[in-house]
C-alpha cells in the first residue's frame, strides 16, 4: 500500500488502538528526507537545533529566523511526515498576539504543519487563542529546557507527589486548550503512564518511559552526532560521530600522503584537445 501524508487524525487514530507512535527531530532537507524514509510518524524541528547545530549552551537563543530558515529546508525534505515547529523562547510567552502570529508564521513561512510550544497551565489560554486561529498545537511540559535555569538545571520533573499530580492537571489543562498532543520530557515512568492513560490525545514521551503513546528522541543523540550532553534516556543507535572523524583524517591523510586524487576521481582530456590546448598556452 502507497504512503499518504501522516495527519493528527492519523496519530490519534493510532492511540485509540494503541499502535506506538514515534517521532524524531530533524534541522535540515538531508535529515528531513532520512527520517521520512525511516517512515517515522513525526518530524520535530526542535529548538534543539539551538545546541546541536548552532552550537548555543541551551535551546534560549534560538530566534524566529532561525527557526523558521531550518523548518522551511526540513520540509522540503519530507513528503510523509506530519511536522512540528518548536516555537523558540519568547515568541509567545509575552504577549497573545504575538505568539498566534509568530505561531503562523511557523505554518506560513516554515511551511509546517503544527507549532509546539513549553509550558503547562499557564500557557493554556495562548495554547488556546493559537488553536482558535486554526493552529494545532503540541504541548510540553516536565523538563522544559527552555526553562531549565528557573528549574534549576536539566533535572527529572515529577519526583514528589505533589509535583506529580501538577504535571497530571498542567496535561489535563493543556489538552482542555486545545492541545491535540503533548512531550513529556525526563518525567518518571509511573506518572507518565497516569498521564497517558487520563489523555485521550497522544502523548510522546523523551525520558518518560515506555508508557507513553510515543517516543520521541533528538537526531544527534540518537545517530552519536553530539556528546555535550548524553541524558540517561538517550539510546546511541550508532555512534556516527566516530565514524565521520575518521573519514575526515582519512580524507587529510590521503591528500597529504598523494593518495587523492587519483585518475579515476579526475576529468579526462582528448590527448588533441590537450594538445590543441597546451599550443594555445604557449603562443
Given at each position: 500500500m502507497s504512503r499518504k501524508k501522516v495527519t493528527i487524525l492519523d496519530l490519534q487514530r493510532k492511540k485509540n488502538n494503541?499502535?506506538?507512535?514515534?517521532m524524531l527531530t530533524a534541522y535540515d532537507f538531508t535529515g528531513a528526507q532520512l527520517v521520512d524514509n525511516a517512515e517515522i510518524d513525526v518530524i520535530l524541528v526542535g529548538d534543539s537545533l539551538g545546541m546541536v547545530v548552532l552550537g548555543y549552551d541551551s535551546t534560549v537563543p534560538v530566534t524566529?529566523?532561525?527557526?523558521l530558515h531550518h523548518c522551511r529546508a526540513v520540509a522540503r525534505g519530507t513528503q510523509y511526515a506530519f511536522t512540528v515547529g518548536d516555537m523558540p523562547f519568547l515568541s509567545y510567552q509575552a504577549d497573545m498576539a504575538e505568539a498566534v502570529r509568530n505561531a503562523g508564521l511557523l505554518l506560513k513561512e516554515g511551511r509546517m504543519d503544527s507549532v509546539k510550544l513549553e509550558g503547562g497551565r499557564e500557557m493554556a489560554l495562548t495554547v488556546e487563542a493559537v488553536s482558535r486561529a486554526g493552529i494545532p498545537v503540541m504541548g510540553h511540559i516536565g523538563l522544559t529546557p527552555q526553562s531549565q535555569s528557573k528549574?534549576?538545571?536539566y533535572r527529572v520533573q515529577g519526583k514528589t507527589a505533589v509535583s506529580a499530580h501538577n504535571l497530571v492537571q498542567d496535561a489535563l489543562a493543556l489538552e482542555a486548550a486545545g492541545c491535540y498532543s503533548i512531550v513529556l520530557e525526563a518525567v518518571p515512568e509511573p506518572v507518565a503512564i497516569v498521564i497517558s492513560?487520563?489523555?485521550?490525545?497522544?502523548t510522546f514521551g523523551i525520558g518518560?518511559?515506555?508508557?507513553?503513546?510515543?517516543?520521541?528522541?533528538?537526531?544527534?543523540?540518537?545517530?552519536?552526532?553530539?556528546?555535550?550532553?548524553?541524558?540517561?534516556?538517550?539510546?546511541?543507535?550508532?555512534?556516527?560521530?566516530?565514524?565521520?572523524l575518521d573519514a575526515l583524517v582519512a580524507f587529510r591523510e590521503d591528500v597529504?600522503?598523494?593518495?587523492?586524487?587519483?585518475?579515476?576521481?579526475?576529468?579526462p582530456m582528448s590527448v588533441e584537445e590537450e594538445a590543441e590546448f597546451r599550443r594555445m598556452i604557449a603562443e
Open positions: 494503541k499502535q506506538p507512535l514515534t524566529m529566523a532561525e527557526m528549574l534549576g538545571g492513560q487520563k489523555l485521550t490525545i497522544p518518560a518511559g515506555a508508557g507513553c503513546d510515543g517516543q520521541v528522541l533528538v537526531y544527534h543523540d540518537l545517530l552519536g552526532l553530539f556528546d555535550r550532553l548524553q541524558p540517561r534516556f538517550v539510546k546511541q543507535y550508532a555512534r556516527l560521530g566516530q565514524t565521520a597529504i600522503n598523494g593518495r587523492f586524487p587519483t585518475v579515476e576521481h579526475t576529468y
